[in-house]
Structures are given as C-alpha cells and as structure tokens.
C-alpha cells in the first residue's frame, strides 16, 4: 500500500468521510442497505491463564484482585452448565469461547484438565462446543493463536471463528510497548492464524484494538492487509473496530486517550476500504452515546449482546439493552435485526458451513 494512499485517507475530513461512506452503503442490496445486525449470545469464559501479558488488558491472571480481577484456572463443568441454562432461558443463539492464550502451558491448567480425563484443551473446547450444539446453540471460538491442525479440529464444532489482528506495529514489541511480554502477538503468528482460517473456509472475525501505541497509518495498513488477506480466502465475515478503555490494574497508560473522532475515522476508512464486502462492527458498550454517529458513519453490525453475561474484557462497560439499541435505530432510519454467529452468505457458500452446524441452524427458531 502507498504511502500516498495512505496519505489522502488521513487527510479526507469526517464530513467527507461521511458522505462517500453513504454512497458506499447505497450500493449494498436493498434489503440490507439499512440494517444494523447483532447476535444475542452469552459468553463461557474458560480460563483467564494467558501466556501474553499485554499492557492494556485486564483479562488476565497476573491482573491484582484489588483491581476487581477474578482469577479462573478452568471454569468448572457445573459452572459451564450453569451459564449454558441461563443462556438457553434467553433464548440466546450464541456462545462466545474465549479464553487466555495457550493456558494449558501453565501446570494448574493442565492439571485441571487431566482431572477431567480430557487430553488437550482442544478436546475441552469440542466437547463444550458439540454440547452446546445439542442444545442448539451455536459455537463460536476465539481462545488465541491456534496451529492449522487445531483449527480444522474446532471447525466441525464451530459456526464461526475469530482472533483480532489487533496491530502489526512493530513499535508495540519495543522496550515498554504493550505487546513487549506478549508472544503471541507477534503479526506473523497472527496472520498465519487468520490465513490457515481462510485455506479451512471458517467463517471468520477478525479487527483492530486502536489506542495502544500505534499510528493512524498502521491502522490504514491493517485494515489493507486484512483487506488482502479476504481477496485471497473470501472468509473474513466482519471486522471489528474496538478502542482501548483505561481501567483499574493495567500497565498501559497513554498520554492522551483515544477520542471518538479518532474512533470514527477508522471506520470511515474502514467502510471506504471493505466497501461492502466485509461487515464492519463496533462494540455498542465502548460508544455509548454516539450510536448515531457510528451508525452514519458506515457500522454494520453491534456483534454479540449478552443478557446473561459481562463483557469480559470490559467489564465496567455493560451491554447496552437491545430495546435501546432498537430505538436508536428506529430513530436514525434503521432496523435493528438479531443475526447468527455465521452470516447467511456463508451457510449456503460451499465448505464453510459443516452438516452438524446446518442441522443445528435448522434447529433454532428466532
């Protein structure tokens, strides 16, 4: 990508930005061209043990229990099934996997998972994910950086993967930059993750954390990459655009937070890049307020709104309720309309959508 590309990205104004993002959006299918989707789901955080320790995260074992962390080995059956119940009498059709990254490298994880007869965490995580499909709840796993085998292991079980790009600024990985203790992070790891996903047609999500030390131009970078990597596999389903909150227990703090304009901006360019081929979505919890301006600045969906359980790596930001989010785009001249974890392009595309997982679409009832 060229730096002059680069360069007029940088400089269109917020008002520009704007009205070529409408002209974009009015190129989409009628029929989507003024909706705004989300997927009601709930969330069985596994394990807060991650061989990462970056700087601006709170979901993270090493994170002090005077900051409000709650340190979890391996979440319990009883405590998965409990959550599983919860999710089912809300009528939820989406369970977010998550977890640290490769926590069975820490000896109380790996000995938890030895009481429960199970051979690796992939195993764990199939074992919930084919459960959940008994249930008719679709899975969806992000738990880190996965090899190419361990991905094809969770597709039969999974609607949908994700792992954010996050950034590939190198400045990151530099003496006090956020991601210095964090070896997952790597952008090559990363980028193989979300290729290997695209050679195994998993219907995938993938986005950037903005505010963590990195320039507007590395943004424009990464978007173009993930960009790039889409022509090539056709896999990414939505890209997220998720800013940095301060919280209580981190290590990270910036000299200045990052403003919603800047917010804004990246999905702007974001929009202009992606056009309407890949689902643009921001986490409605971190934009309270400024629905509206997301909303004309391109967004298309608002991800998984949970009525059972926190955001996680936000905890101090709740979901916001569906019946407000409704109204707010009512009132700005959309819907607001309940998706799957797997968009419908992708449930008919040839090899992405695997027999066990049509049968349990067939299944739900919205």
């Not at 109204?327 to 974890?341: Q, T, W």
Request: aromatic share 8%; charged share 25%; with cysteine.
């Amino acid at each position: 990508m060229s730096q002059g590309v680069i360069d007029h990205l940088k400089d269109i104004s917020l008002r520009k930005l704007k009205e070529k993002v409408a002209e974009i959006k009015s190129l989409s299918p009628q029929n989507n061209r003024f909706i705004i989707t989300y997927s009601k789901n709930f969330t069985l955080s596994l394990s807060n043990y991650c061989q990462n320790f970056c700087g601006y995260c709170f979901y993270n074992y090493r994170i002090p229990k005077d900051a409000g962390a709650e340190n979890v080995v391996l979440l319990s059956n009883e405590q998965i099934q409990e959550v599983i119940k919860k999710g089912i009498s809300y009528n939820c059709k989406e369970a977010l996997i998550m977890s640290g990254e490769r926590p069975v490298k820490f000896k109380e994880v790996k000995e938890e998972l030895e009481k429960r007869n199970c051979n690796d965490y992939i195993e764990f995580i199939t074992d919930i994910s084919n459960n959940l499909l008994k249930h008719n709840i679709l899975p969806h796993t992000n738990i880190g950086i996965l090899t190419f085998d361990e991905l094809k292991r969770l597709k039969n079980y999974n609607a949908s993967m994700g792992l954010m790009l996050e950034s590939t600024s190198p400045k990151l990985f530099k003496k006090g930059g956020v991601h210095e203790r964090s070896p997952g992070k790597i952008p090559a790891i990363r980028i193989e993750h979300i290729k290997n996903a695209g050679k195994l047609k998993i219907p995938f999500t993938t986005g950037l954390l903005i505010g963590i030390g990195e320039s507007l131009d590395d943004r424009i970078k990464d978007l173009y990459l993930i960009k790039q990597i889409h022509d090539k596999y056709g896999h990414i389903q939505e890209v997220i655009i998720q800013n940095f909150v301060d919280k209580l227990g981190i290590s990270y703090k910036p000299q200045a937070m990052i403003k919603t304009e800047e917010v804004l901006r990246v999905v702007g360019i974001a929009k202009i890049i992606f056009e309407n081929n890949i689902a643009i979505q921001v986490p409605p919890n971190l934009i309270s307020g400024y629905e509206k301006e997301f909303i004309e600045m391109g967004i298309d969906d608002f991800g998984g709104i949970s009525p059972v359980t926190l955001d996680y790596i936000n905890p101090e930001n709740l979901w916001p309720h569906i019946d407000e989010l409704k109204d707010i785009c009512d009132s700005n001249g959309y819907s607001l309309k309940e998706r799957l974890p797997i968009y419908d392009e992708f449930i008919e595309k040839n090899g992405y959508c695997p027999e066990n997982i049509k049968k349990t679409i067939d299944n739900i009832h919205y």
